[in-house]
């Protein structure tokens, strides 16, 4: 086993032993208030300007500068309009492509990583509360958002999940005890989107399931069997979202010391074709741009 495997386990023994001790925390979009604001001629117009800009860019995501202006005008209109909950998602969604596809090989700069999927948190939180008073008022009160949800209806899912998805990449760079500390409400906000939407997003929530229970040890609920179920799942129900398979290599098969089924998983992503699927080519690109990396690193991970 190589030094690199083996400092995997040590550290997930040693990490082990935070978990008695608190998570770091952060400051959720609802310990902040923002009053509604009644945008006047003029300001309407520029929101309108800067949702057409940002759906331009978006649409050259692919490009590191038009995923970044694509970002900045959807942060620039929703902080015009507030009350905005599909600017808000799109912009927590935006936000972590963004980080995920062009600042995570950033290993220089892992805090503007972490920062950045911080933003796409508070966006998504944002994003919830615009679209449901009776829920804003559940996290303002501070109730838990495990029974909050419960006032949400499907229309929440893509919000719930960009925030869990920018959350947890957070939480993972604060400390593995942090990242334990929001299992239960991860958990409970995933088993929400997977009764309301399972389809959302190429089989999204069964994705997500597949890195929880992969990620989390045995005694916080984790199940290398469980993560593999859903993994596959999401596999079956679109082979060529090239991302699952990324994750699925990176956390599961690299969890169980699998080297062939990484290098299945790595080598399908490097002979696939990105524009199989015309809505996420964007994404296809990036993750073949990992497995190059995860293949030219496969003898330093196993």
């Known amino acids: 086993m190589s030094s690199l495997k083996i400092g995997h386990w040590v550290a997930l023994v040693c990490m082990a032993a935070l978990v008695a001790s608190c998570g770091s925390t952060r400051e959720t979009a609802w310990d902040t208030t923002s009053d509604s604001t009644q945008l006047d001629d003029a300001a309407q117009v520029k929101v309108v300007a800067l949702l057409e800009a940002a759906s331009t860019a978006w649409a050259n995501r692919g490009d590191k500068a038009q995923a970044k202006a694509a970002v900045d005008a959807w942060t620039e209109a929703t902080e015009l309009d507030p009350s905005d909950a599909e600017a808000l998602t799109n912009l927590s969604h935006a936000i972590y492509y963004y980080a995920d596809c062009f600042l995570r090989p950033d290993e220089d ?3 503007l990583y972490k920062n950045t999927h911080e933003e796409g948190t508070k966006a998504a939180e944002r994003a ?10 559940k996290m303002a009160s501070g109730e838990r958002i495990e029974d909050a949800i419960s006032v949400l209806s499907a229309r929440a ?5 960009w925030r869990s998805s920018n959350m947890g990449r957070w939480a993972i760079l604060e400390s593995f005890a942090t990242l334990l500390s929001y299992k239960d409400e991860i958990r409970a906000i995933m088993e929400f989107c997977l009764d309301e939407d399972p389809l959302y997003w190429y089989q999204a929530p069964d994705r997500y399931f597949g890195i929880f229970y992969a990620k989390a040890p045995g005694f916080a609920g984790g199940d290398m069997n469980k993560s593999a179920a859903h993994f596959n799942v999401s596999i079956d129900a679109h082979p060529n979202y090239f991302g699952t398979r990324i994750l699925m290599a990176e956390e599961w098969a690299v969890k169980q010391d699998n080297r062939p089924l990484f290098e299945e998983l790595v080598q399908y992503v490097l002979n696939g074709d990105p524009n199989s699927v015309p809505g996420i080519i964007p994404e296809n690109q990036c993750e073949q741009r990992k497995a190059k990396k995860l293949m030219a690193d496969v003898d330093d991970i196993f």
């Not at 919830?128 to 008022?137: G, K, R, W």
């Not at 899912?157 to 999940?161: F, G, H, M, Q, T």
């Open 109 to 111: 700069n892992p805090l």
């Open 128 to 137: 919830l509360s615009a679209m449901s008073s009776a829920f804003a008022d």
């Open 157 to 161: 899912v893509p919000a719930l999940y």
